[in-house]
């Protein structure tokens, strides 16, 4: 059975990074589909942040595009997601998933705030 | 991008049908069939319910369906009960080659 994980910070102060690890376990990265990131605010709806296959392939939400940078570690199984330049409105529950434009496979997620 | 429109909340009675609503435009829903729907109760993760418009994941209930009729996707659930009262998304890929999600619909069983 596939499983996902997310972990990092909880905190994130404005201005600086937002830096998660998705951990992917029952399923090797290396042997194929899409892994991606999606957020949810506080009691407000799902935001697509983008995805990522083993060979470096990539796409992104256009509004987020400029400040997010998506990796993947085959070695560890797993892949990351970086987001420069937080502010208050990223804070919400990131959530790492599987698969290409859809998603059958979801971590618990993770929530992170972004303060002083 | 923008959001795909979904009403904010839908109701009905256990055993009766309900059918959420979701429109794009001909750049995500009407120009693809790649629409998928998530059931999201309070606190947990998203569940996938349907996907490429109208294929259910094994293990998703029959009396969950998907339906596409130009530029609007629609979710029908049958014989409503009451687990089913929870968040529901649609999902679009879009011609950014990317996906956009609708607002979400609160499904109340009365």
């Known amino acids: 059975q596939v499983q996902l994980q997310e972990s990092g910070p909880g905190l994130v102060k404005p201005s600086e990074t937002l830096s998660l690890t998705c951990t992917v376990s029952?399923?090797?990265?290396?042997?194929?589909?899409?892994w991606g990131w999606i957020r949810q605010p506080p009691g407000k709806g799902l935001e697509w942040i983008g995805l990522?296959?083993?060979?470096?392939?990539?796409y992104y939400n256009p509004s987020l595009k400029s400040r997010v940078i998506l990796s993947v570690d085959t070695s560890k199984n797993q892949f990351f997601l970086k987001l420069s330049s937080v502010t208050a409105a990223d804070t919400a529950v990131y959530y790492c998933?599987?698969?290409?434009?859809?998603?059958?496979?979801w971590g618990q997620g993770t929530l992170v705030t972004v303060s002083s | 991008q923008s959001a795909l429109t979904q009403p904010a909340s839908v109701s009905g009675s256990p055993g009766q049908s309900i059918t959420i609503s979701c429109t794009g435009t001909?750049?995500?829903?009407?120009?693809?069939?790649?629409v998928s729907w998530y059931q999201q109760h309070p606190g947990k993760a998203p569940k996938i319910m349907i996907y490429?418009?109208?294929d259910r994941p094994s293990g998703v209930s029959n009396r969950f369906s998907g339906s596409k009729s130009g530029n609007t996707a629609s979710l029908t659930i049958s014989g409503l009960q009451a687990e089913d009262e929870a968040d529901y998304y649609c999902?679009?890929?879009?011609?950014?080659?990317?996906?956009?999600f609708g607002g979400g619909t609160k499904l109340t069983v009365l």
């Open positions: 999902s679009s890929y879009t011609i950014s080659s990317s996906v956009a």
């Open positions: 001909s750049s995500d829903v009407g120009g693809y069939n790649y």
């Open positions: 998933a599987r698969d290409l434009w859809h998603h059958a496979y």
């Open positions: 490429d418009v109208s």
């Open positions: 029952g399923y090797s990265i290396s042997s194929g589909y899409y």
């Open positions: 990522i296959h083993h060979s470096g392939s990539t």
